[in-house]
C-alpha cells in the first residue's frame, strides 16, 4: 500500500504541497527510513582509492579529516584521512590483537566508503519508489554531505559502519527542458530547481568475526528523506 500511495499522489496533475503530506505521512516515514538495498557489482581497488581521496570531508570515529585542494590542478584530495585510517587501522590490530593484517580491515572499510557503489545502489533505489510520468529524480547541485565511519570492536566481533548520504531532486521536466534558456521578459537565464529535495542515506553495517573478516551480519538500508527547505 505504501508503495501504491507515493505513485498516486505522483500522478499528473502534481500538486507540489499534496504530494509532501503524503511522504511525510507517519506510515510512509515508517517505509522510507529502513528500506533495504542489495550492494551492486564492486569495483577495482584503484577505483574505490580514488573515489575516497576525493571525499572534502571524512569522519572516523567522531574526529573529522578535511580534504585539501592541490596547487598544481585544483582538485582536492583527502589524504588526511587515508594516512589517519592507515595508522587506526595498524593500530587497532595491534592493540587488540587481531590475527589479520590492518590493510584487510582498511580495505573492508574504504570498499563501503565508494561513492561510485553507494550512489549507484540509493539513486536505482530511489528512483523505483519515485518513477513518474512528469518527474526526474537527478543529483542536484548541493553541498556534499560528510562520509561517517565506525570502527570499533564489540564483544569479540569488528564492528564497521559506514553512512553515505546522497542529495537528489525531483524535477519535473518540463522544467529540465526549459532551463538554460533566457526568459523572454525577465531577460534572466531560466535556472533548474527542484521540485522536491530528497536525501538519501545509506548506512551499511557489518559485524566482522575478529580473526579471519568473514562477515557475521549485514545490514544495508537506506533512509529518504525530504529536507526541511522543501516548503
Known amino acids: 500500500m505504501t508503495l501504491r500511495e507515493i505513485k498516486e499522489a505522483l500522478m499528473l496533475p502534481i500538486d507540489r504541497d499534496h504530494v509532501l503530506r503524503v511522504l511525510r505521512r507517519h506510515e510512509l516515514c515508517s517505509f522510507l527510513s529502513a528500506i533495504p538495498v542489495t550492494i551492486s557489482r564492486p569495483i577495482s581497488g584503484d577505483r574505490v582509492f580514488d573515489d575516497v581521496t576525493k571525499e572534502r570531508c571524512v569522519t572516523l570515529n567522531g574526529v573529522s579529516f578535511f580534504a585539501k585542494r592541490k596547487a598544481e590542478n585544483g582538485q582536492f584530495e583527502n589524504t588526511a584521512f587515508l594516512t589517519a585510517l592507515a595508522e587506526f587501522c595498524q593500530h587497532f ?84 527542458e526549459k532551463s538554460g534558456r533566457v526568459d523572454a521578459k525577465s531577460r534572466r537565464r531560466i535556472l533548474l530547481a527542484p521540485f522536491i529535495k530528497v536525501d538519501a542515506m545509506l548506512t551499511d553495517k557489518s559485524y566482522f568475526d575478529k580473526d579471519s573478516l568473514k562477515v557475521i551480519f549485514p545490514s544495508r538500508l537506506l533512509k529518504i528523506s525530504f529536507p526541511v527547505d522543501n516548503k
Request: charged share 25%.
Open 93 to 176: 590490530c595491534k592493540r587488540e590483537r587481531l590475527e589479520v593484517h590492518h590493510q584487510e580491515v582498511m580495505n573492508i572499510v574504504l570498499s563501503k566508503m565508494a561513492r561510485t557503489v553507494t550512489a549507484t545502489d540509493s539513486f536505482f533505489t530511489a528512483n523505483s519508489i519515485f518513477r513518474s510520468p512528469d518527474l526526474v529524480l537527478m543529483p542536484r547541485p548541493d553541498i556534499q554531505h560528510p562520509i561517517d565511519v565506525e570502527l570499533f570492536l564489540c564483544e569479540k566481533q569488528l564492528y564497521c559502519r559506514v553512512t553515505t548520504v546522497s542529495i537528489y531532486g525531483l524535477y519535473k521536466k518540463k522544467a529540465i
